[in-house]
């Protein structure tokens, strides 16, 4: 599962077959403090993929900036550029996508319709906002985010 920010819109397309299939970059962020007391972060991008119905609601429903929260796999894949160089490709392949922000929904009307088309937050494990989820202290390698800097949004 990742958290991040759309870094380009998605790019649908179908497989001679009539599948639809979706590509589109993510960046995730981390913050943290050194023990020297400095302030740390790192940004990380992926390449996302998603087929069928789920990549027409990417489709649909995403563009740059967004904020999601995506599950899947990660894939790698041997490709061979127009040079004729071989290239080894990692994707994340996801079955499932909830949108975090609100961005792009003009009225009510569309709000209700874009509800109703993505995955229900309780249905997928994930109850109330995503800031509410607790993280058992085992786990967490970075340091809690200001208030004031998470609500920022990423300049991606």
């Known amino acids: ?75 790698y894949r041997e490709i061979v550029d127009q040079a004729g160089v071989r290239k080894q490709v990692s994707e994340i392949v996801i079955d499932d996508m909830i949108v975090l922000d609100n961005k792009g929904l003009s009225n009510n009307a569309d709000h209700a319709q874009a509800e109703a088309e993505m995955p229900i937050a309780e249905e997928n494990g994930v109850i109330g906002d995503i800031g509410d989820i607790t993280i058992p202290d085992e786990i967490v390698d970075e340091a809690p985010v200001a208030e004031d800097k998470k609500d920022q949004e990423m300049p991606f």
């Open 1 to 75: 599962m990742l958290i991040g920010n759309l870094t380009r819109d998605p790019e649908l397309r179908y497989t001679p077959a009539g599948m639809a299939v979706v590509s589109f970059g993510l960046a995730t962020n981390r913050v943290w403090i050194t023990k020297q007391g400095e302030k740390k972060e790192d940004a990380q991008f992926h390449r996302i993929v998603a087929w069928n119905k789920l990549a027409e609601l990417c489709s649909q429903l995403l563009s740059k900036g967004r904020r999601i929260y995506v599950e899947g796999r990660i894939q």
